[in-house]
């Protein structure tokens, strides 16, 4: 599928959602809450197998993932303020082959918007994403010894996005927003520049590289059941040189909750940034482990 026609699915589809959130039947209305909210909610997912004199085969192999994501909102009567932040990391094994990451992100972001009479509301926002440890290039070599090339880690890269303009919201289950947005990438040391932010055709060595352009991010989340939970997010950036370098992330989560601490999930990623790679990039975590609600 061509990048043209796989963003119209993405954009089409959360179209399909949103329309899907806005024609559930009108409940009551209630008195509005104001004040601070705040949920932290942590998981730790944990699969190990071992084999021993196993005829049909197979690799000892282990995997762990621990993670947090939290929400701060201050809701008033003509503001609503909110802060989310997420922190991943995990580490998986298969035989002989060296412990290697499955996951590693940080992800901050506050907005602030101001509302108006109808459901449109203008906001400013601001972001920042990047890893906590470093990332590694494998490889073998001619004594069958395995050569490990670091290609990121903390800050390098680092992501950053500053965006004003308009804020959709639909209750809790739908927002979109679409904005001017400035963002930059950034690296902290020159051996990661030739990778992330780097200008091929200038002689300086450029550690930190700007854009400019429009930002668009649509969010839904549904309660499917009592147990099962079903959200997504698209994030779209554009520079505005051409619309197959739009910058594209879509995020895909079913939770079901199975015990009081136990929950199973299933998550779907979909990322594309022509910057790093000319080929879109997929992610999916199948995830069965404990998880607690901190407020």
């Given at each position: 599928m061509r990048m043209r026609e796989y963003l119209g699915f993405l954009l089409i589809s959360m179209l399909v959602l949103g329309v899907s959130a806005f024609s559930?039947?009108?409940k009551k209305e209630e008195e509005p809450k104001y004040g601070w909210s705040k949920q932290v909610v942590g998981n730790l997912n944990f699969t190990q197998s071992s084999f021993d004199n196993w005829s049909q085969g197979g690799e000892d192999s282990w995997a762990w993932l621990l993670g947090f994501?939290?929400?701060v909102e201050n809701d008033q009567v003509k503001t609503n303020w909110?802060?989310?932040?997420?922190?991943?990391?995990?580490?998986?094994k298969v035989g002989?082959?060296?412990?290697?990451?499955?996951a590693d992100e940080i992800f901050l972001e506050s907005v602030l918007s101001y509302k108006m009479k109808f459901h449109v509301n203008p906001y400013i926002a601001v972001n920042g994403r990047t890893q906590i440890a470093s990332g590694y290039a494998?490889?073998?070599d001619a004594s069958n010894q395995e050569i490990r090339t670091e290609i990121s880690k903390f800050l390098n890269p680092g992501y950053f996005m500053e965006s004003v303009g308009f804020e959709y919201r639909k209750e809790e289950t739908f927002r979109s927003r679409l904005g001017f947005a400035l963002k930059q990438t950034l690296v902290t040391e020159e051996q990661?520049?030739?990778l992330y932010t780097d200008e091929i055709d200038t002689q300086k060595l450029e550690k930190i590289r700007n854009e400019a352009g429009l930002e668009s991010v649509s969010a839904y989340n549904r309660k499917i059941t009592p147990t099962i939970v079903y959200a997504t997010s698209l994030e779209v950036f554009s520079n505005m040189k051409a619309f197959d370098q739009i910058d594209t992330r879509w995020d895909n989560l079913i939770s079901a909750e199975v015990a009081k601490y136990v929950a199973v999930s299933f998550a779907f990623q979909i990322f594309y940034?022509?910057?790093?790679s000319i080929k879109r990039q997929l992610k999916q975590v199948l995830?069965?482990?404990l998880t607690y609600n901190f407020l």
């Open positions: 559930q039947d009108e994501n939290a929400r909110r802060n989310i932040g997420k922190v991943e990391y995990g580490q998986s002989d082959a060296s412990s290697r990451k499955s494998y490889a073998i990661f520049a030739p940034d022509r910057d790093l995830a069965v482990g």
